[in-house]
């Protein structure tokens, strides 16, 4: 009796673990609570052959900085025709002179190697002030991330500088972004669901998907 058993139990055994593993699919994304839809929206800096996932944020934007360090892993597995575009929100205010130094950082070539020491000096170590941060602080402290400080601040003050910071006001206002951090993908769609960074991430990659797919 047991050795005519055995092999049964032997095929059951071997399915179980597809059986465990098996997870029902995702549900569809839904217009309206996952994503809202951008009308004529256009990517910030559309790329030939790749899809956008711009963030809009802000240096000053706690939020943003908790979000940092899981986008920047995120970031390093995107696919080879996605890029993740950073679009400092211009809202006003106190948010105007950290998108200043981003787009000045940006244009000497330094943005990425000192974005993460931006927000870690304005909430952790607080070498650098939320509110009314002059040039000067800016330069100084770009300064000691070893950028030429005439240089950042001759960029900073520059009309390069004055025109991406006008282009990303009328493209985050277009957007209808009203805070941050936000993700649109590919100029088209707004991310809104999510009950957490990971949850946000899974919908833009799965936006992705259905842009990749249009191609």
């Known amino acids: 009796m047991v050795s005519r058993l055995l092999p049964v139990l032997i095929t059951l055994l071997a399915l179980l673990p597809v059986a465990t593993l098996a997870a ?26 790749r899809i956008e996932v711009a963030e809009v944020f802000g240096y000053t934007c706690i939020h943003c900085a908790h979000l940092e360090p899981i986008l920047a892993t ?14 400092p929100a211009a809202f006003g205010g106190y948010w105007i002179p950290y998108a200043r130094a981003f787009f000045a950082a940006q244009q000497l070539g330094v943005q990425e190697r000192t974005h993460q020491a931006v927000f870690d000096a304005l909430h952790k170590t607080g070498s650098l002030p939320i509110q009314n941060a002059s040039a000067d602080e800016i330069a100084a402290f770009y300064a000691s991330q070893g950028v030429d400080r005439a240089k950042f601040m001759a960029a900073l003050r520059g009309p390069e500088v004055d025109a991406q910071l006008a282009k990303a006001r009328d493209w985050v206002a277009a957007a209808g972004v009203e805070g941050t951090p936000t993700l649109i993908v590919n100029g088209k769609y707004r991310v809104t669901g999510g009950r957490d960074y990971s949850d946000r991430l899974e919908i833009a990659d799965r936006l992705v998907a259905r842009e990749r797919a249009r191609k």
């Open 24 to 49: 029902p699919p995702a549900p569809a994304l839904v217009e309206g609570r996952d994503y809202e839809v951008i009308p004529d929206g256009k990517p910030f800096a559309p790329a030939k052959g």
């Open 74 to 87: 995120w970031k390093k597995t995107l696919p080879r025709d996605v890029k993740l575009t950073p679009v």
